[in-house]
Nanobody
Framework: VQLQASGGGSAQTGGSLRLSCAAS????????IGWFRQVSGKEREGVSC????????HYLESVKGRFTISRDVDNSVFYLQMNSLKPEDTAVYYC?????????????????WGQGTLLTVSS
């Protein structure tokens, strides 16, 4: 299994950006997926996750209503659409997958990780 994250960059406050994670070696309808982020000196936190079995989703409270996780099973890509960005969203974002269909917001439950992609939101 390999995950390749992309789409990070710079954005203004209030702007939008979409992160992508290309997955190989797995089917996205059989694995649960997640996006995590980490700021230097802080613990990694779960931003959003999606069940592999029933499309159930979970969001970090601070991103609810602004971020949306989605997946394209046929093309084996999943996304994190980020709207109304805030400076506090600045972090390195990671995509992850776990080989059980039920979702989890805890990074220790994930087996596969993409490389990080940096998002910087300026005020």
């Amino acid at each position: 299994v390999q995950l390749q994250a992309s789409g990070g960059g710079s954005a203004q406050t209030g702007g939008s950006l979409r992160l992508s994670c290309a997955a190989s070696g797995l089917r996205l309808d059989q694995y649960s997926i997640g996006w995590f982020r980490q700021v230097s000196g802080k613990e990694r936190e779960g931003v959003s996750c999606m069940s592999g079995s029933d499309d159930g989703t979970h969001y970090l409270e601070s991103v609810k209503g602004r971020f949306t996780i989605s997946r394209d099973v046929d093309n084996s890509v999943f996304y994190l659409q980020m709207n109304s960005l805030k400076p506090e969203d600045t972090a390195v974002y990671y995509c992850a997958a776990r080989d059980v269909p039920n979702t989890s917001a805890s990074d220790i439950d994930y087996h596969y990780w993409g490389q990080g992609t940096l998002l910087t939101v300026s005020s």
